[in-house]
């Protein structure tokens, strides 16, 4: 199913959780909406819901308004960050809860609710879990059954809100990959709200970036990380280093330090920040004359594949990121203290009021 809003408006109080937001959410399509805390994410997953309504604009499931609808006539399944299990039922009875609360004339047959309870345990790859209680199971077991308990119902969409918020590193990286697999399974259409950039750039397909009620941009996680449209996205997604200067035809000057400003031929005497990830930035021990920045390598910290540099300007004192192969540093056998040059390989600059 597909799904639209168009021009939602929520205030709660003198507070806008979302101001004009139109979006749409293509069949079958796994989307992100990602953001800080208060962007008013979780606000739009629970008005698609049926859970809030907003003060103005439409729901639009597979075209038709659903606005008015009540949350039980969305037919949507929504999986919460702390599972929402009931303890006092066995695993199997928590899956089976929302097949056997139907109307009487919906209601499935008890062989026929024992048959798809088990095969949704089988999806999750956990059937021989089916008679324990939800507190003998691990969080990352837990929030498996919740969404299995929602995908009983047979949702036309699947709504997941912060998923796995409540669970450790390592678990909450094996559990979406695994629910990327199950999403490529069933292709139904699915959004779920997360406020960790690698989270969403791994799993989605497509990316929602909001900030203070906003959306300030919509694509492909490639395309979300790699061309950025404002400052806020490209300082969101990942680490960035911050070059603030002039911006005037086709340069930017940073304090006297001169970085070439793409697609800024025409701009004039405009103030302007650079924008440059510690992993677009080639380092070179310092020499007379050359081109770039000058820094102090003040710390390293070299774990596995890559070795992340700390560097104080010399020029102003602030920090600036790198990040280079662990090859490369012990080739360079660079010591605390050096100098050493910095270069943007690619620079991104934003001039501001444009």
């Given at each position: ?8 408006q ?38 698609i ?49 929302g ?19 088990t095969?949704?345990?089988?999806l ?12 003998q ?39 979406r990959?695994?629910?990327?697999r ?11 709200v ?14 929602v ?5 906003k ?19 490209y300082?969101?997604?990942g680490?960035?280093n ?6 005037h ?7 006297g330090?001169r970085f ?42 070299s ?30 056998k660079?010591?605390?203290g050096e ?16």
């Amino acid at each position: 199913m597909s799904i639209a809003v168009n021009q939602l408006q929520k205030k709660f109080g003198s507070f806008t959780a979302l101001d004009n937001v139109s979006l749409d959410f293509p069949n079958g399509e796994l989307t992100a909406l990602l953001g800080p805390s208060g962007c008013g994410k979780t606000t739009l997953l629970r008005i698609i819901a049926g859970l809030e309504y907003a003060d103005s604009g439409q729901v639009l499931l597979d075209g038709q308004d659903a606005s008015a609808q009540h949350v039980r006539e969305r037919q949507v399944g929504f999986v919460f960050q702390h599972y929402a299990l009931f303890k006092h039922m066995t695993i199997f009875e928590n899956i089976a809860f929302g097949l056997r609360v139907k109307p009487r004339h919906l209601r499935p047959s008890e062989n026929e609710i024992k048959e798809k309870v088990t095969k949704l345990l089988e999806l999750v790859q956990l059937d021989w879990l089916a008679d324990r209680y939800p507190p003998q199971l691990s969080g990352g077991q837990r929030q498996r059954i919740a969404l299995a308990r929602a995908l009983a119902v047979e949702p036309r969409v699947l709504l997941l809100d912060e998923p796995f918020g409540a669970l450790d590193a390592k678990v909450r990286k094996e559990l979406r990959r695994w629910l990327r697999r199950l999403h490529d399974e069933l292709h139904v259409t699915s959004i779920f709200v997360t406020h960790d950039q690698e989270e969403a750039l791994e799993v989605a397909d497509k990316i929602v970036l909001m900030n203070h009620g906003k959306v300030e941009q919509v694509g492909a996680p490639a395309e979300v990380y790699h061309h950025p449209k404002t400052p806020f996205v490209y300082g969101f997604l990942g680490n960035v280093n911050l070059f603030r200067g002039r911006v005037h035809e086709g340069v930017l000057d940073a304090d006297g330090v001169r970085f070439d400003a793409p697609g800024h031929a025409e701009t004039r005497d405009a103030v302007g920040t650079g924008y440059v990830r510690p992993h677009e930035l080639e380092i070179d021990r310092y020499s007379p004359g050359a081109s770039g920045l000058n820094v102090q390598l003040r710390r390293v910290h070299s774990i596995g594949p890559l070795a992340q540099l700390e560097l104080e300007r010399d020029d102003n004192g602030e920090l600036v990121e790198a990040m280079i192969s662990t090859e490369r540093y012990e080739y360079l056998k660079l010591k605390i203290g050096e100098t050493l040059v910095v270069r943007p390989k690619r620079l991104h600059v934003f001039v501001d009021n444009q």
